[in-house]
């Protein structure tokens, strides 16, 4: 059983389909649609952009600060910007539950929710006359898994920001437990050991390579984010056998390439956090150099309780 999820007021998309060979975009420049396949539902936002010759795969699975409704979209991804045309696609895992804040195109036990991207982004490629090499999956942070497992089970290519890349690093968090009960099982540790070819993209990407299908990977990792760092980044461009400071393995199909940015996507202890200093220096951040703040309470909340909490800011 899944709890009803509300959706976003201001969706109002223009076609509802109930098969990904039914989808038809014909020669609208802006196109929003849903695909409902059993219990996954994807909100789609197509935009053509004249005479490109690429499709980009934008997708999304987190639902921001503050919680939106879905479906989400990256707004910033335009056809404009991205120089190509765009297909956006929210995470159906999070109308599964009202509780999943963000997903990472998991879907259920039964279901396999990248499967049903493959299946949209294939359809609106094949409408522009285009193959499967010319489809790029573009992900950040958890939505970066779906796009990887996307580009590994099409052979297509994939551009993985701040990427997660294996859920057995994610046990033990509120996100994790959310996930594997939407997924349908009783624990995270049920989710990674039992399903590792949709939850682990080393593992998927080596039995693709086993059968001779081959992707491309485009890695940027910011290295002031420490926890993505070194339990996502880290790990698998040593498996793999990536530069860790930029550049290709050994195969030329997976590319690394890092920068760095204080303001991460992940939030960490006051003494775990550096920013580059004014020699080009990686330096311990001061109060005057954090960007957001976020608490962690010891204890749960009972529904309809409340905490306060406090800090001190001088506004300028």
Known sequence: MHASVGRNPQWAPQGRYGRP?????????????ELAIDKLIYGCRFQRMPDADRLF?????????????????????????????????????????????????YGTRQQDAVLGVIQIAEKIAAFLGLDRSRIVYWGLSAA?????????????????????????????????DSIAKAFGVSKWEDVTNGYPLRTRVPAALAAAQALGIQSKFLLVQNV???????????????????????????????????????????????????????????????????????????????????AFVRFRALVK
């Not at 060979?21 to 649609?33: G, L, R, S, W």
Request: hydrophobic share 40%.
């Open 21 to 33: 060979e039914d989808i038809n975009v014909a020669d609208a420049p802006e196109y929003d649609f």
């Open 57 to 105: 795969v934008s997708l999304r699975s987190s639902r921001g600060m503050p919680l939106e409704l879905p479906p989400v979209f990256y707004p910033q991804h335009s056809a404009a910007e991205m120089n190509g045309h765009v297909l956006a696609i929210s995470d159906p895992t999070l109308f599964l539950d009202p509780e999943i804040e963000i997903g990472c195109f």
């Open 144 to 176: 970066a898994l779906g796009a990887a497992m996307a580009a590994v089970k099409s052979g297509a290519c994939a551009v993985l920001v701040n990427p997660h890349l294996d859920g057995i690093n994610m046990g033990g968090s509120h996100l994790a």
């Open 224 to 306: 002031l984010d420490q926890t993505f760092y070194k339990r996502q980044f880290v790990p698998f461009c040593r498996h793999f056998e990536v530069p860790l400071e930029g550049g290709w393995d050994p195969s030329g199909r997976i590319m690394s390439m890092i920068y760095s940015d204080p303001a991460g996507h992940s939030f960490g202890r006051p003494e775990d956090l550096k920013v580059l200093g004014v020699d080009g220096r990686p330096r311990p951040a001061v109060a005057a150099d954090y960007t957001d703040i976020r608490w962690q309470l010891k204890n749960s909340l009972k529904a309809n309780s409340v």
